[in-house]
C-alpha cells in the first residue's frame, strides 16, 4: 500500500471483489470523531455515519478516512467500520448506507487549514456568460484544486479557496486569463486573502431541517468571529464557511458546543422554548408538580419531565418521561417502590444521576429539588453542568453560610440561575415580593410573621380544643409536614425559612439553636419516628394546659419568626387575640414586611403557606419564570 489512505483504499477495493459482509479499518484512533480532539477536548465518537457524511468530513480534512477509501463500496452495501487497535472490543464507528435514527441532523465538524480565498470582482461580470467557467478553466489549465465556492447573485463577484502554497500561482493564472477585461476596467482585478480556514459543518439531517445555519452563524457572531465566505449545496448536506486560520480553533469549538455535539444524541438544533425538567425528589410535591406541568399549555413553551430521582436511584428520558409514566411511576411510590425498582429504573446517588443526565444533549435542563435533604453536592453539580436550579428544599441555602455562597457563586460563574420562592412560602410571593421592594429602591428593615403552615394548622387545632397528638397526626394526613414531623416541630424547619429571609436582608451569620424554640421534647428528639409518634399522645396534656392559659390571659398561641439584618429569633409567642397574627386560621402563613416606604403601615402578605398542591403550584411559577413565560 502506498500513501496516506492506501491501506484504506485497498481493504475496501479487496471487499467489493470478494463479496465481503464488512470491512474493519483498525486505527490508532478510537473512531470517526465528532471534531479534531487536539482542537476540541471533548469531541466524541460518533457510533454511525452515512457513506456521504464521512466522505464530506474526509474530504474537508478528516484524516481517519481517505475520501476515496469509500468509493469501491459505495452502493454495495458493504458497511466500513473503523475501530481502534487499543480496544478491540470497541464497536468504533460504522460508516454505510444506512441512514440512522434519531433528531440529530449535525453529525460532525471539520476543518481544512492553509487556505487562501480568492475573489475576482467587477462589474463587467454581471450577466457575461462563461466567466466562472473561464475563471476554473485557467485554474484546471494549472492543475490547482479548488476546494470551495461562494458567488453571489448578483454576478458581481466570484470567490473560491485553493491551497494557500498555489495561491499565487492561481492570481496569476486569473490576471493572464482575464488581462483583456481587466484592461478595459470590466474587472478591477483578483484578490487574494492568505491565512484562512474551512470549517465544514456535516449532517445527512440537516435537509429539510430549519435553523441549522442560523445556529452555526449564531455560534461563530458570539464568539466575535467573521465570516469570510459562505458555501452551502442544495443537498444540505454541508455548509462550509471561511474564517482567518487564526480563529478556525475557537470556530470549531463554538460550533461544537452550539449543537452539543459532546454529547449522546447532540446535533440538533437548540430550540429556546423548550424546558427538560429533573425532579430531585418524587414525594407528594413532586408527584403533584408532575400533574401541573403536563397541564401547562403554552404556545411558546414546552415543558416536559426528562428525569424523577429518589434516594434510590432514579428514571431518565431525554425525550421526557410521558404522563402515563409518570402517573405509573407515581402509583409505584405510593406503594412503596424505589424509583430504581421501576421499569427502566438505574440505581445511583443524586450527583451521579445529575452527571449521567449532563452527557445527553437537552434544550434547557432544571433542577427541581424538592427533598429536604442536604442536597448542595448535586445541586454544586447541576449548575456545573450548564442547568438552572428550582428549589424548594430550603438545606442547601439555610445551611452554613460558606456553602450557601458557594452555591450562588458558582451560578453566577456559569450563567445559571437559582429561585426558590417555595422555600419560605410554598406558593405566596414573598422571595419575589423582596425583590421587588428593593429593587424599586426600598430597604428592608425588619420581616415579622407566621412562616409555618404545619404549625399553624397544629396551634388552631389545638387551640380549638383538638388534642395536640391528634392535631399533629391530621397534618401529616393532609401532606403538611415534612415526612418526620419532628423537622417542623423542632421549629427548625421556619428556622431555615428565617435564615433565608434574614441573608436576604445582609444577615452575616448562622442560625444558632438558642434562636429557635423546639416543640419537641428532648426524649422525643433522637427517637425513631414510630417510637415517637407512638408516645406523641404523652404530649397531649401539656399542651391543653398551655392552651388554657393563654386564652386566660387573651392571647392566642403562635409560632412567630422574626429576622432583621442583625438577628433572628424563632418561637412560640402569645399573641393578643386583636392581633392580626392571631386571626390567622389553618394552615395560612402571614408575614409582615417593615421598610423604609412601609413603616407606619407594614406590608402584609398572607395565604396559604402549605400543602403539596400549594406548593408544587409555587415551584411551577418559579419554573415559568425562568422560561420567561
Given at each position: ?464 380544643g383538638v388534642p395536640f397528638s391528634r392535631a399533629v397526626r391530621s397534618a401529616m394526613r393532609l401532606g403538611y409536614t415534612e ?147
Amino acid at each position: 500500500t502506498l500513501g496516506r489512505g492506501g491501506s484504506d483504499l485497498t481493504a475496501t477495493l479487496l471487499a467489493r471483489g470478494l463479496g465481503a459482509a464488512r470491512v474493519s479499518l483498525w486505527k490508532d484512533v478510537p473512531g470517526l470523531l465528532t471534531a479534531d480532539p487536539r482542537v476540541v477536548p471533548d469531541a466524541r465518537v460518533i457510533p454511525q455515519l452515512h457513506a456521504r457524511e464521512a466522505a464530506e468530513l474526509a474530504y474537508y480534512g478528516a484524516k481517519v478516512l481517505h475520501p476515496r477509501a469509500l468509493i469501491p463500496v459505495t452502493g454495495r452495501r458493504i458497511p466500513v467500520f473503523v475501530r481502534p487497535f487499543a480496544a478491540a472490543d470497541s464497536p468504533g464507528t460504522e460508516v454505510s448506507e444506512r441512514v440512522g435514527p434519531g433528531r440529530n441532523p449535525v453529525k460532525a465538524l471539520t476543518a481544512a487549514g492553509g487556505q487562501a480565498l480568492l475573489t475576482v470582482t467587477g462589474n463587467g461580470m454581471l450577466g457575461v456568460p462563461g466567466i466562472a467557467a473561464r475563471t476554473f478553466g485557467a485554474l484546471h489549465g494549472r492543475r490547482i484544486s479548488v476546494s470551495l465556492i461562494s458567488q453571489a447573485s448578483s454576478e458581481h463577484s466570484i470567490c473560491f479557496s485553493v491551497p494557500q502554497p498555489l495561491a499565487e500561482d492561481a492570481r496569476e493564472g486569473l490576471e493572464r486569463e482575464f488581462r483583456g477585461e481587466m484592461a478595459r476596467g470590466e474587472i478591477d482585478g483578483v484578490e487574494v486573502s492568505p491565512d484562512m480556514a474551512t470549517i465544514a459543518v456535516v449532517g445527512l439531517g440537516m435537509h429539510g431541517t430549519p435553523g441549522i445555519a442560523a445556529g452555526v452563524f449564531s455560534a461563530l457572531a458570539a464568539g466575535g468571529i467573521n465570516v469570510v465566505a459562505i458555501a452551502q449545496g442544495s443537498s444540505e448536506l454541508n455548509i462550509s464557511v471561511v474564517v482567518e486560520a487564526r480563529q478556525a480553533a475557537e470556530a470549531q469549538r463554538r460550533v461544537h458546543a452550539a449543537f452539543q455535539l459532546s454529547r449522546i444524541a447532540g446535533g440538533a438544533v437548540i430550540q429556546p422554548e423548550r424546558m427538560e425538567i429533573v425532579l430531585l425528589g418524587f414525594g407528594q410535591i413532586g408527584r403533584a408538580l408532575a400533574v401541573l406541568i403536563a397541564r401547562v399549555r403554552r404556545p411558546a413553551l414546552a415543558l416536559t419531565v426528562a428525569a424523577v430521582i429518589d434516594r434510590s436511584g432514579f428514571v431518565f428520558d431525554p425525550q421526557g418521561i410521558g404522563p402515563r409514566r409518570l402517573a405509573a411511576l407515581a402509583a409505584d411510590k405510593r406503594k412503596g417502590r424505589r424509583l430504581a425498582e421501576t421499569s427502566r429504573g438505574c440505581a445511583g446517588t443524586a450527583e451521579e444521576a445529575i452527571a449521567h443526565i449532563a452527557g445527553y444533549a437537552l434544550t434547557r435542563p432544571v433542577v427541581v429539588d424538592l427533598t429536604a435533604d442536604d442536597t448542595a453536592a448535586a445541586l454544586e453539580a447541576a449548575l456545573t453542568h450548564g442547568m438552572d436550579l428550582v428549589l424548594a428544599n430550603k438545606r442547601p441555602l439555610a445551611g452554613r453560610r460558606a456553602a450557601s455562597e458557594s452555591l450562588w457563586q458558582t451560578a453566577r460563574a456559569r450563567g445559571r440561575r437559582i429561585l426558590h420562592e417555595a422555600t419560605v412560602g410554598a406558593g405566596l410571593p414573598i422571595i419575589d415580593t423582596y425583590h421587588k421592594l428593593t429593587e424599586s429602591g426600598d430597604r428592608v428593615e425588619r420581616i415579622e410573621g407566621l412562616l409555618s403552615g404545619t404549625l399553624g394548622y397544629v396551634l388552631t387545632e389545638v387551640g380549638d380544643g383538638v388534642p395536640f397528638s391528634r392535631a399533629v397526626r391530621s397534618a401529616m394526613r393532609l401532606g403538611y409536614t415534612e415526612p418526620d414531623p419532628r423537622e417542623d416541630l423542632s421549629g427548625m424547619d421556619v428556622g431555615r425559612k428565617a435564615l433565608i429571609l434574614a441573608r436576604l436582608l445582609g444577615y452575616r451569620g448562622e442560625l444558632s439553636r438558642q434562636a429557635v424554640e423546639s416543640l419537641v421534647p428532648k426524649w422525643g428528639r433522637t427517637l425513631p419516628l414510630s417510637r415517637f409518634l407512638e408516645r406523641l399522645a404523652e404530649l397531649d396534656g401539656g399542651w391543653k394546659r398551655r392552651v388554657e392559659a393563654a386564652r386566660a390571659q387573651g392571647t392566642a398561641l403562635r409560632y412567630v419568626a422574626t429576622v432583621t439584618p442583625g438577628k433572628i429569633a424563632v418561637g412560640l409567642k402569645p399573641v393578643p387575640l386583636s392581633s392580626p397574627l392571631a386571626s390567622i386560621k389553618g394552615s395560612d402563613n402571614q408575614l409582615v414586611f417593615t421598610t423604609a416606604r412601609y413603616k407606619t403601615n407594614p406590608l402584609v402578605i398572607r395565604g396559604p403557606g402549605a400543602g403539596a398542591e400549594v406548593t408544587a403550584a409555587g415551584v411551577l411559577n418559579d419554573i415559568l419564570r425562568l422560561a420567561g413565560a
